[in-house]
């Protein structure tokens, strides 16, 4: 293993910085368009349309359907356990040699385009968790074994792995690859100096 690059280190943590103010200023806002393209897209699929996902003051959001009693207690999700490898995927751009190149901005802000696409499905795929496995009796009548498994490792998977997976792939498509050194490229410019 080689030297560390101090430059590159701290182009990160700044990075990071950066990425985790943004997240936490912005997340009761953003929090909400999630819960709100999650809700439309699930009410596509639905018939009738019965979910609603209905932000409270806490910051979290609160699953509805419109098919419960109205005395039963409504889950609660926070779209922002969900959202924070946002400031992984800034640190990442931050690493790159021209940080503020056309190309590595225009690359994260179309990065952070699709995460958010992901975002909402990460919603989705959690309120559906709760649907199929934590909603007692109605669950196990309303959801089979096999809904149950599919919903389950996507919510878990989303969260274990595929959160850091998303931004670790998306900078890796959307990076300005003109910045990247190639391996051993230092290696041959220091033979070559003497």
Do not use: Q
């Not at 912005?26 to 209905?54: C, H, N, W």
């Not at 225009?106 to 309120?127: E, M, W």
Request: avoid cysteine; charge should be positive; glycine fraction near 8%.
């Amino acid at each position: 293993m080689g030297p560390i690059d101090w430059r590159l280190a701290v182009k990160g943590l700044a990075g990071f910085i950066v990425g985790l103010a943004l997240w936490l200023m912005l997340s009761p806002l953003y929090d909400r368009a999630i819960a709100t393209g999650a809700e439309k897209v699930m009410r596509v699929f639905e018939t009738p349309k019965v979910t609603r996902l209905v932000p409270m003051p806490d910051g979290s959001i609160r699953v509805d359907r419109s098919d419960f009693d109205p005395r039963s207690p409504r889950p609660g999700i926070r779209v922002s356990d969900l959202t924070f490898n946002f400031a992984l995927l800034t640190a990442l751009f931050a690493v790159s040699r021209r940080t503020f190149s056309d190309r590595n901005i225009g690359g994260f802000f179309a990065a952070s385009a699709i995460l958010a696409l992901t975002h909402i499905v990460a919603t989705i795929a959690r309120v559906m968790s709760i649907y199929v496995a934590k909603l007692g009796a109605w669950s196990r009548v309303t959801y089979s074994d096999f809904d149950r498994n599919v919903w389950g490792i996507a919510d878990h998977g989303y969260r274990l792995v595929f959160m850091y997976a998303f931004a670790f792939g998306l900078w890796f498509l959307f990076r300005d690859t003109a910045s990247v050194a190639p391996a051993g490229a230092k290696a041959k410019t220091k033979r070559r100096k003497k």
